[in-house]
Antibody, heavy 116, light 107 residues
Framework: EVQLVETGGGLIQPGGSLRLSCLAS????????MSWVRQAPGKGPEWVSA???????YYADSVKGRFTISRDKSKNTLYLQMNSLRAEDTAVYYC??????????WGQGTMVTVSS | DIQLTQSPSTLSASVGDRVTITCRAS??????LAWYQQKPGKAPKLLIY???NLDSGVPSRFSGSGSGTEFTLTISSLQPDDFATYFC??????????FGQGTKVEI
């Protein structure tokens, strides 16, 4: 079964750091375009970052310079390192697999709350 | 940046109704548009990609059409399981993506 499971969310103070993990099963993260998408409470989803099968990385302007996407082929896991967190980064963060340009597989999401 | 505007924001309907949701792009996205369904507390689910292609396992009562700047999602006969929020998403600017603000379909 194709599945994504995110972990690592929580409550963090402004300016802090957090690393999200996404364990994949049923397919390899290294062979696919993978993305992180977030959704603030009551809002539409927002694409955050992507990594291509060739390891090229891409970021939304809102997180560029603060977030870093990476993956570990041996663990079949995708990561999102989030630094200098702000209140506006508060959201549910989803790990997604890209196919034909759209997001065809989603994890259950992990909540990140940035608050003092 | 390409903006996506969905209408209506909320739609009241009954089981069996034909429902149409519109997504307008601020500039052409060709046919690179997808539709998602989201239920409370759950992740979005892909319904349609490239404007009119049904994802695997999606019921045939769902259909998509359009190109350029105007797109529609149609549910031919609304079922109880279809009450949810629907989002459009463009990927003409791949590898960056934009979502619409959502349309809530309620009773």
């Amino acid at each position: 079964e194709v599945q994504l499971v995110e972990t690592g969310g929580g409550l963090i103070q402004p300016g802090g750091s957090l690393r999200l993990s996404c364990l994949a099963s049923g397919f390899t993260v290294s062979g696919n375009y993978m993305s992180w998408v977030r959704q603030a409470p009551g809002k539409g989803p927002e694409w955050v970052s992507a990594i291509s099968s060739g390891d090229n990385t891409y970021y939304a302007d809102s997180v560029k310079g603060r977030f870093t996407i990476s993956r570990d082929k041996s663990k079949n896991t995708l990561y999102l390192q989030m630094n200098s967190l702000r209140a506006e980064d508060t959201a549910v963060y989803y790990c997604t697999k890209n196919s034909r340009g759209a997001f065809d597989v989603w994890g259950q999401g992990t909540m990140v709350t940035v608050s003092s | 940046d390409i903006q996506l505007t969905q209408s209506p924001s909320t739609l009241s309907a009954s089981v069996g109704d034909r429902v149409t949701i519109t997504c307008r792009a601020s500039q052409s996205v060709s046919s690179y548009l997808a539709w998602y369904q989201q239920k409370p507390g759950k992740a979005p689910k892909l319904l349609i990609y490239k404007a009119s292609n049904l994802d695997s396992g999606v019921p045939s009562r769902f259909s998509g059409s359009g190109s350029g700047t105007e797109f529609t999602l149609t549910i031919s006969s609304l079922q109880p399981d279809d009450f949810a929020t629907y989002f459009c998403q463009q990927y003409n600017t791949y590898p960056t993506w934009t979502f619409g603000q959502g349309t809530k379909v309620e009773i």
